[in-house]
């Protein structure tokens, strides 16, 4: 069996760690996937039949909170690199706390549209194409989550320290993409109702 000292030294013989280039490859096909929908939403639009309301004020709330998530992981990574390991570990945490938040605001802004009359339905697009939207994205924050509370469990373990910074710059990468995805898609929704 090869030791993990040995797979660390061939990681850095590539150009790019190899997990790293998985994770952008993900992310690549996350930003297709956000155009088709985009994209599709723009023409369908323009076929009429498309009914206008407000965005749920939690969709706000949410924008807010994945920026104060993405802000404490930086934080998080930045005392990493300065080994102030109870620091990581609080910020990780925070992190990790703030982003449950924002999936609970996610349902409660699904509450709030289905109080406001508009359900899944495609009998009505609009109305479609903001559940599938914000509900895909949701899957992506969740699968962030997955990834940050295996980093919250690995701090408390000490095991993320300036010489061990692989899967949180990882963790940070992708956070901060779903963060810039929700804001680009919140935008989006709020000017082309």
Known sequence: MVSNTVLQKEEQNYVINPKKFV?????????????????????????????????????????????????FLQLSYMAAKKDKLSQVKSFLLVSFLIGVGFVFGQFFAWNQLVADNVFFSFSNPSNAFVYVISGVHLFHVLGGLVFMLLMVVASFRNKIHKLSLLYLNMCLTYWHFIGILWIYLYLFLYLYR
């Open 23 to 71: 994770l952008w490859l993900l992310i690549v096909a996350s930003v297709m996937l956000f155009a088709g929908f985009t994209s599709a939403y723009i023409v369908r639009r323009g076929e009429g039949n498309w009914e206008i309301f407000n965005l749920p004020t939690f969709f706000a709330i949410n924008t807010v909170l994945i920026i104060l998530s993405s802000i």
